[in-house]
Nanobody, 110 residues
Framework: VQVVESGGGLVQAGGSLRVSCTVSGSIFSIYTVGWYRQAPGKQRELVATITGGGTPNIADSVKGRFTISRDNAKNTVYLQMTSLKPEDTAVYYC?????WGQGTQVTVSS
């Protein structure tokens, strides 16, 4: 199984960004996929998950600003981030079953 994140970058506070997680080497559509983030000096935290059937679960810290979706035809899960804040700055990781991606850096400037 390979998990690859993409789409990170530098954005100003208040802006939006979408990161993607693409999985290969496994049946994709039946499994829950999760997005996590880790800021410097902090523990990795759960941001959002989405079940194989498309049911999302969003962490309270980003609820109302972040949404998660998936395209099973593309083996891809998306994390749409809006109204970004400097405290959203972190490396964003995708987890599929027990496999982590390498992460994608999201930096929000004030």
């Amino acid at each position: 199984v390979q998990v690859v994140e993409s789409g990170g970058g530098l954005v100003q506070a208040g802006g939006s960004l979408r990161v993607s997680c693409t999985v290969s080497g496994s049946i994709f559509s039946i499994y829950t996929v999760g997005w996590y983030r880790q800021a410097p000096g902090k523990q990795r935290e759960l941001v959002a998950t989405i079940t194989g059937g498309g049911t999302p679960n969003i962490a309270d810290s980003v609820k109302g600003r972040f949404t998660i979706s998936r395209d099973n035809a593309k083996n891809t899960v998306y994390l749409q981030m809006t109204s970004l804040k400097p405290e959203d700055t972190a490396v964003y990781y995708c987890k599929f079953i027990g496999t982590w991606g390498q992460g994608t850096q999201v930096t929000v400037s004030s």
